[in-house]
């Protein structure tokens, strides 16, 4: 199989290179920043999730804890046992939610990472072209 002529001079070769090696590099760029800016979008959100959290656990936990240890103390439990109990109801339900919102934060949930496999495929395209 033989390749067909090009009657391009170098510098125009040289020329269609460097505008295709920009016009790569201006796909990845904005690649890059639809993604990070994807990732940003899912941060915020987990940052909604703790400040939920942080709202919830101070708006419910008083009434929720009061509650809690008046039930206990009219069951018979020592008062003060009652409030130590439903302070560790209150505890768990806030570290729940602040773990939740956590989770969301993980730093390898917001890599760019179709931006990065893209980059990395880059190079083996532009070897392809050179051929």
Same mark, same amino acid.
């Given at each position: 199989m033989t390749m067909p002529a090009d009657d391009r001079s170098f510098s125009d070769l040289v020329s269609d290179a460097l505008a295709q090696v920009k016009a790569l590099f201006r796909s990845e760029v904005q690649l890059a920043k639809l993604e990070l800016s994807n990732k940003a979008v899912r941060a915020s959100m987990a940052v909604a999730f703790l400040a939920a959290a /942080?709202?919830? &656990?101070i708006a419910t936990a008083v009434m929720l804890l009061i509650t809690i240890a008046a039930l206990l103390t009219a069951a018979g439990v020592n008062a003060a046992a009652s409030s130590v109990i439903a302070t560790l109801v209150g505890a768990a339900a806030a570290?729940?939610? /602040?773990?939740? &919102?956590?989770?969301?934060?993980k730093a390898d949930t917001l890599v760019p990472e179709r931006t990065l496999r893209q980059v990395g495929k880059d190079p083996m395209a532009a070897k392809g072209q050179a051929r």
């Open positions: /942080a709202v919830f &656990g570290g729940l939610l /602040a773990w939740l &919102g956590l989770q969301r934060l």
